[in-house]
């Protein structure tokens, strides 16, 4: 059954590949939906998935690309979307 969630990640997230590294995790492991900066700093992404993904991209989410600082990963569910695919903005 698929799941949505909203994903905010605070830290040292942006300037270091963080949403082209998550597009290519999200691929890796069959996750669509967006990721976009936003102008606090932090990285806003919504994903779609199994349940299983969908944790195993959470938990990369806490680590990020290798020059991220991450300080705070915040998790909400949403409504489905049915994103086509996973788009960085």
């Known amino acids: ?3 949505h969630l909203n994903i905010k ?3 040292y997230v942006q300037g ?4 082209v ?22 990285v806003y992404i919504e994903a779609e ?8 991209f959470v938990s990369w989410c806490n680590e990020g690309p290798a020059l991220a ?4 990963v915040e998790i909400s569910d949403g409504k489905l979307r049915n994103f086509s695919d996973f788009k960085v903005y």
């Open 16 to 19: 270091i590949f963080f949403r």
């Open 1 to 3: 059954m698929l799941k």
């Open 21 to 42: 590294s998550a597009k290519e995790m999200a691929e890796k492991l069959g996750i669509r939906g967006i990721a976009r900066n936003e102008e606090n700093g932090s």
């Open 49 to 56: 998935g199994d349940e299983k993904s969908l944790n195993e």
């Open 69 to 72: 600082k991450v300080e705070k």
């Open 9 to 11: 990640i605070s830290g």
